[in-house]
């Protein structure tokens, strides 16, 4: 055999093994991956149970279909101002009211926005099974959207959830709950407005030292909640606040 042939034959079966390769390379098809990330907890001497705070009125949920801003279209049933109101009403005393009936995940506020739905229907399913203390979701009014929540579960465990109004830089509610007082929304308090309720959980009213509302039941325990309105009036971050509603278990 010629010289010229075997080059020629050398040749055609590099190329030959270049096509297998590149046609393997192009036929694999990335694969969206979710991870679910859980921090695996520190070893801590067992705290004793804190009896959870006694629950107050039962409101009835109606879920909403916003979860982004863009979607988001009617307006609340009480309108946010830019800015805190200017007048404090003293909230009314309340008396202890049996326990809300907890709700199905498919009722939070975003659950049925047709992207990440379902993403948010897995993260109220599994913060409700996995953390020690009843968790709250928001099923807000229109105009209002889901804008983002976190859970970890060390020390008695945190979850925090945002709410906003029509963007993600307008009006909102923060709520925390949980036994990780570390984890919670920093904020100062101001006057003290009486009471209101957390969901069916009775807590006490106050202005924010920099404006604003906050709502707390009690604080410090290892079954503590926290929300705070900014940018809004005390009238809709109240009705936010008893609107709130507790997830079942699975």
């Known amino acids: 055999m010629s010289g010229s042939m075997v080059s020629s ?16 390379c192009s036929s694999a098809k990335a694969t969206p991956i979710i991870v679910y990330i859980t921090p695996t907890p520190a070893p801590t001497q067992a705290a004793t149970p804190t009896p959870e705070p006694t629950p107050a009125a039962t409101p009835t949920p109606v879920a909403t279909s916003t979860a982004t801003a863009a979607a988001a279209s009617a307006s609340p049933s009480a309108s946010p101002s830019s800015s805190p109101s ?3 009403t003293p909230g009314p005393s ?20 047709p992207v990440h739905g379902a993403d948010y229907i897995a993260f109220w399913t599994s913060s409700a099974t ?3 203390f009843s968790v709250y979701c928001g099923v807000v009014p ?8 976190v859970y970890t579960q060390p020390n008695r ?16 509610v923060v709520i925390d709950e949980g036994g990780d007082a570390s984890k919670f929304t920093t904020v100062t308090l101001g006057a003290t407005l009486g009471s209101a309720i957390f969901g069916d959980l009775p807590g006490t009213l106050y202005a924010g030292a920099s404006g604003g509302f906050v709502l707390q039941v009690a604080p ?4 503590a ?15 936010i606040a008893d609107g709130l509603m507790k997830v079942a278990k699975p």
């Open 9 to 24: 034959t050398r040749r055609g079966a590099v190329a030959l093994l270049l096509a297998v390769a590149v046609a393997g």
């Open 86 to 88: 200017s007048t404090l």
């Open 94 to 113: 309340l008396a202890p009211v049996p326990s809300m009936t907890p709700g199905p995940p498919t009722a939070c506020t975003g659950s049925s926005d």
């Open 130 to 132: 996995v953390l020690p």
């Open 142 to 149: 229109g105009g209002w959207f889901f804008n983002g929540s």
């Open 157 to 172: 465990g945190h979850l925090g959830a945002k709410y906003s109004y029509k963007t993600t830089s307008g009006p909102s």
């Open 220 to 223: 410090g325990t290892a079954r």
């Open 225 to 239: 909640y926290q929300a705070i309105g900014t940018g809004v009036t005390q009238a809709t971050f109240v009705s």
